[in-house]
């Protein structure tokens, strides 16, 4: 059986990768005009959350049951995904009367690939 500091590892490397996919997205995503990318990192900043609420779990921060701090996690990533998705719609919506252009190159799918392949590690 795994102990809670190789946890805490497991989880704070998933942490440290999701957020250098979250920057780099929405850096990208802010450079290019590219809501696809934007919604993106949102998602991955969901998962930032997840992930210090899953470390926070393992080091028993201030006594508080997992069981509760996976409820209120929940709630809060409940709110996340519907707070982000309404700030997707609001630009979406925005864009149907004035449609950008898209500055979209090598590096727009070098960090798309990278957002893959860190999902595919937080999954593991």
């Not at 709630?75 to 009367?97: P, Q, T």
Request: aromatic share 12%; net charge neutral.
């Amino acid at each position: 059986m795994e102990d809670h500091a190789s946890h805490r590892k497991v989880f704070l490397k998933v942490l440290i990768t999701n957020v250098a996919v979250f920057l780099a997205e929405l850096t990208i995503a802010l450079y290019s005009g590219s809501l696809t990318m934007l919604s993106d990192s949102f998602h991955v900043f969901i998962h930032i959350f997840s992930s210090i609420i899953a470390y926070i779990s393992e080091t028993g921060f201030l006594k508080l049951e997992p069981a509760k701090l996976k409820k209120y996690s929940a709630l809060i990533n409940v709110n996340l995904f519907f707070i982000s998705a309404g700030v997707i719609l609001k630009k979406a919506v925005e864009r149907l009367d004035r449609p950008l252009d898209l500055e979209i190159g090598w590096l727009f799918f070098v960090i798309a690939s990278l957002g893959l392949f860190a999902n595919m590690y937080g999954a593991n």
